[in-house]
Each structure stands twice: as structure tokens, then as C-alpha cells.
């Protein structure tokens, strides 16, 4: 095999691992997109907010995978396309917690302002929540998903500033 040949050889090779690699790319789960429009709105609240807990009734979960790869306890089916609310906040010396009730098992997946993926499951029960001791003013990108299937499932998505625990 000559020079020219060999170089040809490796390139197709390449061609092919490239190919494989973009294959196999489209199988993983698909990241949330925190740009989309929310499907349930757009609120805002600023720090001492009433009342509280602010409510939003919702269906959770969807068919998509969360992938482990956001954050630790990051899991359950989301709909990725959209976060299910978009939550503006302007912060003030209270903590903030982002919980959910279902009579199933619920997770949140939320995109915070600093731009990082913090993640729920059975914190309360089967109840997930977040909470960020000293949250940023900005956007928060929720979604509300359901472990272990991706079946939609009724839930109250809740934000308050009172510890839910007590």
C-alpha cells in the first residue's frame, strides 16, 4: 500500500468513527432546553412574596430521560423541550425553596441563575425539593419530572420562602 493509499484508508476510518460518534450522540438523553418558552409562564416574585407558598398546578414528568450528567440526583422523565415554569426572582435576605406535592414520585430539575443544575428526589417522602440558602436574583428554569416513568402525572409545583420541613 502506498503513501497516497494509506492517507485515503485513515481518512474513510475517520469518516467512520466520526459517523459512529454522532450516532451514538443522538441516543443519549436529551439536555433541557432552559431557553424554550415555559409551559406554564413566566412568574415573578420578589423576596417576601405573598402568598406563600406561590402555587402552579401542572402535569409533570414527560418522555424524556434527565441525565445523571446535569448534577448529582438528577433523574426522572421531564419534558426537555420546555421548562414547565420560568420563575424570575429577586432575592433578599430569605433562603428560597422549590418543592413539589403528587400523589406519585416527583423530581426537580432546575437551571439556577448562576447557571448551574441543581437537582431533587425524596427529600420530603416522594416529594422532592431545593433549596438554595442564599438564592441569586434572576432566572430560575423548573421542570417537574416523575421517577421511574414517563407517564404525565398531576402535581403542585410550590416556591416559598418557609422552610417546607417544619
Not at 22 to 37: F, I
Not at 86 to 107: E, I, K, N, Q
Request: hydrophobic share 35%.
Amino acid at each position: 500500500m502506498n503513501r497516497s493509499s494509506l492517507s485515503r484508508t485513515a481518512l474513510a476510518g475517520g469518516a467512520s468513527v466520526v459517523g459512529l460518534a454522532l450516532m451514538l450522540g443522538t441516543a443519549q438523553a436529551q439536555e433541557p432546553d432552559w431557553t424554550a418558552e415555559p409551559s406554564y409562564g413566566s412568574h415573578h416574585l420578589a423576596a417576601g412574596f405573598t402568598p406563600d407558598p406561590w402555587t402552579q398546578s401542572l402535569q409533570a414528568g414527560g418522555s424524556s430521560p434527565v441525565s445523571g450528567k446535569l448534577g448529582p440526583n438528577c433523574t426522572g422523565y421531564i419534558m426537555a423541550s420546555a421548562p414547565d415554569v420560568d420563575l424570575h426572582y429577586t432575592a433578599g435576605s430569605m433562603p428560597l425553596y422549590v418543592t413539589v406535592s403528587s400523589s406519585t414520585d416527583t423530581t426537580l430539575v432546575i437551571n439556577a441563575p448562576d447557571g448551574r443544575w441543581y437537582c431533587n428526589d425524596d427529600f420530603n417522602g416522594l416529594d422532592p425539593v431545593v433549596m438554595f440558602q442564599n438564592p441569586p436574583s434572576g432566572m430560575y428554569n423548573i421542570w417537574v419530572g416523575v421517577h421511574g416513568s414517563d407517564q404525565m402525572q398531576p402535581a403542585t409545583l410550590k416556591i416559598t420562602e418557609l422552610n417546607p420541613a417544619n
